[in-house]
């Protein structure tokens, strides 16, 4: 089956490809056969890897022939032998192979009478392969073997028993689903198994990841989140099925395409009655359905239903496991509804509800509900509903909760389908402004941050609704979350200002209002907030919550203005007391702001980055991984990137991205992966990632803001547009109202950095006003860190060691080689690499405009060479290059010897006892980078290797092209035989 093969990529199946090479053209010795058969259901794409891998045979050296069989039976003896020899006769311009094609077709045509004919046929066949394929590897391709005639049959097993003395290999595909029962193909193939050489693979669907990949290869472009999770669900991952969704997807096309719907019917027609009940109720269920439950929905007897089951599992249709039955695509279900009447359809939910609710095992609640609702039935589906969401919430399925919430609103005004009678229960009384405010704080919960703002404003408009300050609260807390901060601080205000509030509500306001200014990076007034709060919460009962919110902003607000020891036992006090309570939020609170707080001013980067994972770890089991998981893996990422281990911050990064996070939790991700990828060099990804985030911001606070601005500026000064750095800084300086002196700190250093490179570049003028304003803010840095506590003054003094040797650039034209050694021997300090690297640059970069040291400047360059690829910083790598040249200097401080020697034969002897020591030819790579060239030599493209490794394609070909220059060679044949060649015997 196929679809436009065409213009579908071969997608997830680099591995199987790699694999067929092998079995079927490397460790085929001359002489010797083998086999492989691919089996899989229908439109799992054989056909499509039969036509990739006769393409890459022929590229490989082997003849290859390739012939499909007929669905006529014996019809056509050897059909697809003959149909091979023709179309590779068709394409000959060999006039002596051409005659040994012709010949060989003769035979087939002659009369073999007698008891020996078959036999004489079948040697006469091999003789003429053997003269075709003259010295050349044969591999003989055949499609749909499932309608194999009975003579090729006998001839796959004369060849594949070696009694051809040809050497031949075979690739073939069946239709799984068409073995069934005594199918004469089932008795060749166990026959086959028992050679060494044969291997039956059944070609399993696409991944997600694979799904994904081709959806958007068909569509154009990447499918939204929504729609790859229904297009993973209805396809079932069948290429055939994915193919034609995303075709009806690009061309606006509603509903079901008449190819799917017929290909689906045929194969449900084809079952025997009982199966095709059992199929169809399977396709009302919820997956999984339970063995017993599907008995009594059927009502067929034991061994009755266990046969139709059976028969369904070799269809292809369902899929047993221990859990119960599902079907293998659920695009079944939507194309089996349509052949239903709706009485028919109602009728089994009906039965399937009945039988749940009788049962004696514990109640489905979730099950229920669907069941009831879809039976026509909302008086009866309410309640279940309500059950199963107070459920989920009680395990922090809060994704759940909300859908369930969300279905109990639809049900509590819808009417009902069905007449009523008196054995049905009335109609369960309900409050709606309880299902509004149950579904907003679950939406919220689980980071659907929009819905539950929609859901908010539906509640203000209930008579029965909360009263003012209440909603000012809420309303804030969702805004916070959605990352409008300036709207949300405004909304707590309103709430503290509420003539009507009550002591415990304004305990709240003013504890969340302490944390939202946390977050802004106003700690003095987060800190004064916080001590209100703190005393609000003494004088009622009640306030856990709001004593760890509060106790978490003053702790932060306290180490890092005053006193970091005494901060930090205050935060550590709040997470255990957030810990007893066993609040999900508490929790995450309390541990974002230690792992921020450790990562960031306390600079105590090793314990921040472990107190950030497990807490993501924590909250993931508290069911809130869409959101405080996210930010708190976000905040690893930073510890992680800064400390140098940017291959494992990509992992970490690209974990956090599963989740699909929306609103403030987001944002915080895109920066953490921007931040890697501007020191990457990777332009348009960083460039991707900042629009998102600009787009994503309505009203943010500095929180985000300023690392935004941070980020476009030195994306900027990578890309030699000095203008836009400066006006990136100059909108910081202007927005921000933040006491934090370390961000100041590196907004001013990217500010003076931006009108040195402009200076230096001679690209656009220096601003004498932006430069004046510099001085000042760093001036005032310089005032405020000198009475902050020690670990934040350590922080700030290293980038105002960066700002002022970025001065002294300014003031001569070529900077001060001892300020740029001081800024260096900071950040070696506090084992930062990447600036410490920057800063060996500039300083060699002094030393060489002074015409001084140059041996020193020299040894600088290859220092910061060694850090820049280390990290896989490829725009400071390429600087550091372009001045080695211009100076003459050697990075590269390699012996004669470090040119690749080959191995010798493990039988010869050692040249001399004073060997040369091997030399690692990757020595210069990352660790991602080695994983990534380790793919490359698996023949994997950038689009497999991305899938594998959890990055995006672009990003791997910045990768691969950083490779190629650290090895210094130009393709991927290349690469791979230098990464083939290093590796341990």
């Given at each position: 089956?196929?679809?436009?093969?065409?213009t579908?990529?071969?997608?997830?199946?680099?591995?199987?490809?790699?694999?067929?090479?092998?079995?079927?053209?490397?460790?085929?010795?001359?002489?010797?056969?083998?086999?492989?058969?691919?089996?899989?259901?229908?439109?799992?794409?054989?056909?499509?890897?039969?036509?990739?891998?006769?393409?890459?045979?022929?590229?490989?050296?082997?003849?290859?022939?390739?012939?499909?069989?007929?669905?006529?039976?014996?019809?056509?003896?050897?059909?697809?032998?003959?149909q091979?020899?023709?179309?590779?006769?068709?394409e000959?311009?060999?006039?002596?192979?051409?005659?040994?094609?012709?010949?060989?077709?003769?035979?087939?045509?002659?009369?073999?009478?007698?008891?020996?004919?078959?036999?004489?046929?079948?040697?006469r066949?091999?003789?003429?392969?053997?003269?075709?394929?003259?010295?050349?590897?044969?591999?003989?391709?055949?499609?749909?073997?499932?309608?194999?005639?009975?003579?090729?049959?006998?001839?796959?097993?004369?060849?594949?028993?070696?009694l051809?003395?040809?050497?031949?290999?075979?690739?073939?595909?069946?239709?799984?689903?068409?073995?069934?029962?005594?199918?004469?193909?089932?008795?060749?193939l166990?026959?086959?198994?028992?050679?060494?050489?044969?291997?039956?693979?059944?070609?399993?669907?696409?991944?997600r990841?694979?799904t994904?990949?081709l959806?958007?290869?068909?569509?154009?472009?990447?499918?939204?989140?929504?729609?790859?999770?229904?297009?993973?669900?209805?396809?079932?991952?069948?290429?055939?099925?994915?193919?034609?969704?995303?075709r009806?997807?690009?061309?606006?096309?509603?509903?079901?395409?008449?190819?799917?719907?017929?290909?689906?019917?045929?194969?449900?027609?084809?079952?025997?009655?009982?199966?095709?009940?059992?199929?169809?109720?399977?396709?009302?269920?919820?997956?999984?359905?339970?063995?017993?439950?599907?008995?009594?929905?059927?009502?067929?007897?034991?061994?009755?239903?266990?046969?139709?089951?059976?028969?369904?599992?070799?269809?292809?249709?369902?899929?047993?496991?221990?859990?119960?039955?599902?079907?293998?695509?659920?695009?079944?279900?939507?194309?089996?509804a349509?052949?239903?009447?709706?009485?028919?359809?109602?009728?089994?939910?009906?039965?399937?509800?009945?039988?749940?609710?009788?049962?004696?095992?514990?109640?489905?609640?979730?099950?229920?509900?669907?069941?009831?609702?879809?039976?026509?039935?909302?008086?009866?589906?309410?309640?279940?509903?309500?059950?199963?969401?107070r459920?989920?919430?009680?395990?922090?399925?809060?994704?759940?909760?909300?859908?369930?919430?969300?279905?109990?609103?639809?049900?509590?005004?819808?009417?009902?389908?069905?007449?009523?009678?008196?054995?049905?229960?009335?109609?369960?009384?309900?409050?709606?402004?309880?299902?509004?405010?149950?579904?907003?704080?679950?939406?919220?919960?689980?980071?659907?941050?929009?819905?539950?703002?929609?859901?908010l404003?539906?509640?203000?408009?209930e008579?029965?609704?909360?009263?003012?300050?209440?909603?000012?609260?809420?309303?804030?807390?969702?805004?916070?979350?959605?990352?409008?901060?300036?709207?949300?601080?405004?909304?707590?205000?309103?709430?503290?200002?509420?003539?009507?509030?009550?002591?415990?509500?304004?305990?709240?306001?003013?504890?969340?209002?302490?944390?939202?200014?946390?977050?802004?990076?106003?700690?003095?007034?987060?800190?004064?907030?916080?001590?209100?709060?703190?005393?609000?919460?003494?004088?009622?009962?009640?306030?856990?919550?709001?004593?760890?919110?509060?106790?978490?902003?003053?702790g932060?607000?306290?180490?890092?203005?005053?006193?970091?020891?005494?901060?930090?036992?205050?935060?550590?006090?709040?997470?255990e007391t957030?810990?007893?309570?066993?609040?999900?939020?508490?929790?995450?609170?309390?541990?974002?702001?230690?792992?921020?707080?450790?990562?960031?001013?306390?600079?105590?980067?090793?314990?921040g980055?472990?107190?950030?994972?497990?807490?993501?770890?924590?909250?993931?089991?508290?069911?809130?991984g869409?959101?405080?998981?996210?930010?708190?893996?976000?905040?690893?990422?930073?510890?992680?990137?800064?400390v140098?281990?940017?291959?494992?911050?990509?992992?970490?990064?690209?974990?956090?991205?599963?989740h699909?996070?929306?609103?403030?939790?987001?944002?915080?991700l895109?920066?953490?992966?921007c931040?890697?990828?501007?020191?990457?060099?990777?332009?348009?990804?960083?460039?991707?990632?900042?629009?998102?985030?600009?787009?994503m911001?309505?009203?943010?606070?500095?929180?985000?803001?300023?690392p935004?601005?941070?980020?476009?500026?030195?994306?900027?000064?990578?890309?030699?547009?000095?203008?836009?750095?400066?006006q990136a800084?100059?909108?910081?300086?202007?927005?921000?109202?933040?006491?934090?002196?370390?961000?100041?700190a590196?907004?001013?250093?990217?500010?003076?950095?931006?009108?040195?490179?402009?200076?230096?570049?001679?690209?656009?003028?220096?601003?004498?006003?932006?430069?004046?304003?510099?001085?000042?803010?760093?001036?005032?840095?310089?005032?405020?860190?000198?009475?902050?506590?020690?670990?934040?003054?350590?922080?700030?003094?290293?980038?105002?060691?960066?700002?002022?040797?970025?001065?002294?650039?300014?003031?001569?034209?070529r900077?001060?080689?001892?300020?740029?050694?001081?800024?260096?021997?900071?950040?070696?300090?506090?084992?930062?690499?990447?600036?410490?690297?920057?800063?060996?640059?500039?300083?060699?970069?002094?030393?060489?405009?002074?015409?001084?040291?140059?041996?020193?400047?020299?040894?600088?360059?290859?220092?910061?060479?060694?850090?820049?690829?280390?990290?896989?910083?490829?725009?400071?790598?390429?600087?550091?290059?372009?001045?080695?040249?211009?100076?003459?200097?050697?990075?590269?401080?390699?012996?004669?010897?470090?040119?690749?020697?080959?191995?010798?034969?493990?039988?010869?002897?050692?040249?001399?006892?004073?060997?040369?020591?091997?030399?690692?030819?990757?020595?210069?790579?990352?660790?991602?980078?080695?994983?990534?060239?380790?793919?490359?030599a698996?023949?994997?493209?950038?689009?497999?290797?991305?899938?594998?490794?959890?990055i995006?394609?672009?990003?791997?070909?910045?990768?691969?092209?950083?490779?190629?220059?650290?090895?210094?060679?130009?393709?991927?044949?290349?690469?791979?035989?230098?990464?083939?060649?290093?590796?341990?015997?």
């Amino acid at each position: 089956m196929g679809s436009d093969v065409d213009t579908a990529p071969l997608v997830g199946r680099a591995g199987t490809l790699a694999m067929l090479r092998s079995a079927l053209l490397d460790d085929v010795a001359p002489g010797h056969t083998a086999a492989v058969f691919l089996t899989g259901e229908s439109g799992v794409g054989k056909t499509r890897l039969l036509a990739e891998v006769s393409g890459r045979l022929r590229d490989w050296g082997a003849l290859v022939l390739t012939g499909s069989c007929l669905d006529i039976g014996d019809a056509s003896p050897l059909h697809p032998l003959r149909q091979a020899l023709r179309r590779f006769d068709a394409e000959l311009t060999d006039a002596r192979t051409s005659s040994a094609v012709r010949k060989l077709l003769q035979v087939f045509d002659e009369e073999n009478p007698g008891p020996d004919g078959a036999g004489a046929l079948l040697d006469r066949v091999s003789q003429g392969l053997h003269v075709v394929a003259g010295g050349r590897p044969l591999v003989l391709v055949l499609d749909d073997l499932q309608w194999v005639d009975r003579s090729t049959r006998q001839l796959l097993l004369y060849l594949l028993a070696g009694l051809g003395d040809l050497q031949l290999s075979v690739l073939a595909a069946i239709r799984a689903e068409a073995l069934q029962g005594a199918h004469p193909l089932r008795r060749v193939l166990t026959e086959l198994r028992r050679l060494r050489s044969v291997r039956v693979l059944d070609l399993a669907p696409l991944d997600r990841a694979g799904t994904d990949e081709l959806a958007a290869a068909i569509a154009g472009a990447p499918l939204p989140g929504d729609a790859a999770d229904q297009m993973w669900r209805r396809s079932g991952g069948n290429p055939f099925v994915v193919e034609e969704l995303a075709r009806d997807l690009r061309d606006g096309r509603d509903g079901l395409s008449d190819t799917l719907r017929e290909v689906f019917l045929a194969r449900v027609d084809a079952l025997p009655q009982h199966a095709h009940a059992v199929v169809h109720a399977v396709a009302a269920g919820v997956e999984p359905v339970e063995h017993w439950l599907l008995a009594q929905v059927v009502r067929l007897p034991e061994a009755e239903l266990i046969e139709a089951v059976r028969a369904a599992v070799a269809h292809r249709l369902l899929v047993s496991a221990d859990d119960g039955y599902r079907l293998r695509h659920r695009l079944v279900a939507e194309v089996l509804a349509h052949e239903l009447l709706p009485a028919e359809r109602a009728a089994l939910h009906r039965r399937y509800a009945e039988v749940l609710t009788s049962a004696t095992a514990e109640l489905h609640q979730a099950r229920l509900a669907h069941h009831w609702r879809l039976a026509g039935e909302p008086g009866r589906a309410l309640p279940a509903a309500m059950a199963a969401a107070r459920e989920a919430e009680r395990l922090h399925g809060y994704a759940e909760a909300h859908r369930h919430w969300s279905a109990a609103l639809q049900l509590a005004t819808a009417p009902a389908a069905v007449s009523p009678s008196a054995d049905r229960p009335a109609p369960v009384g309900v409050d709606r402004a309880e299902l509004l405010e149950h579904a907003a704080e679950t939406a919220h919960h689980c980071g659907e941050h929009a819905r539950a703002l929609a859901l908010l404003e539906e509640l203000a408009a209930e008579p029965a609704g909360p009263q003012a300050c209440g909603l000012h609260i809420r309303r804030a807390r969702y805004l916070a979350a959605a990352g409008r901060s300036a709207l949300a601080e405004a909304e707590y205000r309103q709430a503290l200002a509420t003539a009507d509030r009550t002591p415990h509500e304004r305990a709240t306001a003013a504890a969340r209002l302490a944390e939202l200014l946390l977050h802004l990076g106003r700690y003095a007034e987060a800190g004064d907030q916080a001590r209100e709060a703190l005393e609000l919460a003494a004088a009622v009962d009640g306030t856990t919550s709001e004593v760890v919110l509060a106790s978490a902003a003053l702790g932060y607000s306290e180490a890092f203005l005053e006193d970091p020891d005494g901060g930090l036992a205050v935060m550590r006090q709040a997470l255990e007391t957030a810990e007893r309570s066993g609040r999900p939020e508490d929790v995450a609170c309390a541990y974002l702001h230690l792992a921020e707080l450790l990562t960031g001013p306390l600079n105590i980067l090793e314990e921040g980055v472990v107190v950030a994972r497990r807490g993501a770890e924590r909250v993931a089991e508290l069911g809130l991984g869409r959101t405080w998981e996210t930010r708190l893996l976000a905040i690893a990422t930073n510890g992680l990137f800064r400390v140098g281990q940017w291959a494992e911050a990509e992992k970490v990064v690209a974990a956090a991205l599963r989740h699909r996070p929306s609103g403030a939790d987001a944002v915080e991700l895109l920066l953490a992966r921007c931040r890697l990828s501007v020191g990457y060099g990777d332009i348009e990804a960083s460039d991707r990632d900042l629009e998102a985030v600009a787009m994503m911001l309505a009203g943010g606070g500095a929180r985000h803001v300023l690392p935004m601005l941070i980020l476009r500026a030195g994306l900027a000064m990578w890309e030699g547009r000095h203008d836009l750095a400066r006006q990136a800084v100059q909108r910081g300086l202007t927005e921000s109202r933040s006491d934090d002196v370390i961000v100041l700190a590196t907004l001013a250093w990217h500010g003076l950095r931006a009108e040195a490179e402009a200076y230096a570049s001679r690209t656009i003028a220096v601003d004498p006003t932006a430069v004046r304003r510099l001085r000042e803010v760093v001036d005032r840095v310089a005032g405020k860190s000198e009475k902050a506590p020690a670990p934040v003054r350590y922080v700030a003094d290293a980038f105002l060691a960066l700002c002022d040797a970025e001065i002294s650039r300014l003031d001569d034209g070529r900077g001060d080689p001892e300020l740029w050694a001081r800024s260096a021997t900071e950040w070696d300090r506090r084992n930062h690499p990447y600036p410490a690297a920057y800063s060996r640059l500039r300083q060699a970069e002094a030393l060489l405009a002074r015409r001084s040291r140059v041996a020193t400047a020299g040894k600088l360059l290859r220092q910061a060479y060694r850090m820049a690829q280390a990290l896989g910083a490829m725009p400071l790598s390429s600087e550091i290059r372009t001045l080695a040249g211009r100076a003459r200097v050697t990075l590269e401080e390699s012996p004669p010897t470090a040119r690749h020697v080959p191995r010798p034969r493990a039988a010869a002897p050692a040249a001399t006892p004073a060997a040369a020591p091997a030399v690692d030819e990757l020595a210069a790579l990352t660790a991602r980078e080695r994983e990534v060239l380790a793919a490359v030599a698996e023949g994997l493209t950038n689009r497999e290797i991305g899938q594998r490794l959890f990055i995006s394609e672009r990003t791997i070909g910045v990768h691969v092209s950083h490779i190629f220059d650290k090895l210094q060679v130009r393709t991927r044949v290349q690469a791979s035989a230098i990464f083939l060649r290093s590796r341990p015997e």
